[in-house]
């Protein structure tokens, strides 16, 4: 079992910066693929980023590519996404998720992510 817990979520104006962490439990972290998932109010939890278990390849949805940049730390079990030029468009709930079946052609669906923290919120004003 992984326990993931993210932080760094506030109230930003449009063009600003926030970063985001996730710190997971257990001791297999490098293992997992980790990804980025949003949910905008009355709207479907969707896919914002992943990174690979050694953090050499990401993938990004077409709404933030040249905006945000996920990375991670294995030796501090931590994920990182970084946001900026933050949009309006971009207020969600942000959470951290794990898999252990993402890959380079199968990364994007909330299905394949086995543990899933609670969630932080990014608000961005005009």
């Known amino acids: 079992q992984v326990q993931l817990v993210e932080s760094g979520g506030g109230l930003v104006q449009a063009g600003g910066s926030l970063r985001l962490s996730c710190a997971a439990s257990g001791r297999t972290f490098r293992t997992y693929v980790m990804g980025w998932f949003r949910q905008a109010p009355g709207k479907e939890r969707a896919f914002v980023a992943a990174?690979?278990?050694?953090?050499?390849?990401?993938y990004y949805a077409d709404s933030v590519k040249g905006r945000f940049t996920i990375s991670r730390d294995n030796a501090k079990n931590t994920v990182f996404l970084q946001l900026n030029s933050l949009k309006p468009e971009d207020t969600a709930v942000y959470y951290c998720a794990a898999s252990m079946v993402a890959w380079s052609g199968n990364y994007y669906g909330t299905a394949l992510y086995d543990y899933w923290g609670q969630g932080t919120q990014v608000t961005v004003s005009s």
């Open positions: 990174v690979s278990g050694s953090g050499g390849s990401t």
